[in-house]
C-alpha cells in the first residue's frame, strides 16, 4: 500500500475541509497576508530545489522545450477552462477572475506538480518507503487549510487529481527505476524548482504573465533530457 501517498492526499482533504469553516471568519486583510506568505514560501521553496541541479543546462532546456509544448497544448487555457466549470458547479455565484485562476493555477503546482511530490511517490514506489511524502504532508495540510479559506470548495477536490498523479508515479516507478541515475533526479529537481518559483512569482504578483501550467511538460522532459546531456556533455 502506498503509504506516503494516501497520508499527504488525505492531509491535502482534510486542510482543505478546515479551511473552508475557517475560511468565513477571515477579513479580506488576513487572505491577502496569507495569498503573499505563500507566495514567498514557494519563492523559497523553488530556490531551494533549483539549487540542487547537476547540469543546469539540462534543467534549462528542459523548461524551455515544456514550456513550448505547453503552450502548443494549451496547457493553462485547458486547465482554466475546466476549473471555472468546476467551480460554478460547486460554488454558484463565486467569482472567477484572473487573481482567482492565479491562486488555482499555483495551488495545482504545489499539491500535484511539485518535484518534491513527485520524486517522494517515485521513491515510495521504488523503494516502498514513504517518508518523504509523510513529511510533504505537514506543510501540504497547512497550504491546503490557507488555500481552502481563499478559495473555497475546489480545495478539497483537488486531492482526486493528486492522488491519480501520484499513483501513476508509483506504478510506474517499477519501470523507469533501472534507468533512473542521482544526475537525472538532481535536474528533475532543478526543473521543479524552477516551476515552483514561477508558481511563487505569479501568487505574489511579481510577474502574473507566466503561464506556470505550460511549464509542466518540461517536469518528464528532464528525465530524458539530463539523461541525454549527461551521455553527450559528460
Not at 501517498?5 to 479580506?28: A, H, K, M, Q, Y
Not at 496547457?75 to 492565479?102: K, P, W
Request: neutral net charge.
Amino acid at each position: 500500500m502506498p503509504g506516503g501517498i494516501l497520508t499527504d492526499v488525505s492531509s491535502v482533504v482534510l486542510g482543505g475541509v478546515l479551511g473552508c469553516l475557517l475560511g468565513e471568519r477571515l477579513s479580506g486583510r488576513w487572505k491577502s497576508l496569507l495569498n503573499n506568505l505563500l507566495g514567498m514560501a514557494a519563492i523559497v521553496m523553488g530556490i531551494v530545489l533549483i539549487l540542487r541541479v547537476h547540469n543546469l543546462s539540462a534543467a534549462v532546456l528542459s523548461m524551455i522545450v515544456g514550456a513550448l509544448a505547453g503552450e502548443a497544448l494549451q496547457l493553462e487555457q485547458s486547465v482554466n477552462r475546466l476549473v471555472t466549470a468546476l467551480t460554478n458547479r460547486l460554488m454558484r455565484g463565486a467569482r472567477v477572475d484572473e487573481t482567482y485562476l492565479i491562486q488555482v493555477s499555483t495551488v495545482v503546482v504545489l499539491f500535484c506538480f511539485s518535484g518534491t511530490g513527485w520524486y517522494g511517490a517515485l521513491y515510495e514506489g521504488m523503494t516502498g518507503d514513504g517518508s518523504i511524502l509523510v513529511t510533504k504532508a505537514i506543510l501540504d495540510g497547512i497550504t491546503a487549510c490557507i488555500f481552502g479559506a481563499l478559495l473555497g470548495k475546489l480545495i478539497p477536490c483537488l486531492g482526486l487529481p493528486q492522488l491519480a498523479v501520484f499513483l501513476l508515479l508509483f506504478f510506474v516507478s517499477g519501470l523507469v527505476s533501472p534507468y533512473i541515475t542521482p544526475e537525472m533526479i538532481a535536474d528533475f529537481s532543478a526543473m521543479g524548482g524552477i516551476v515552483t518559483l514561477s508558481a511563487g512569482l505569479r501568487l505574489s504578483r511579481i510577474k502574473t504573465d507566466i503561464k506556470v501550467l505550460n511549464l509542466l511538460p518540461g517536469l518528464p522532459l528532464a528525465f530524458v533530457i539530463s539523461a541525454l546531456w549527461t551521455a553527450l556533455a559528460g
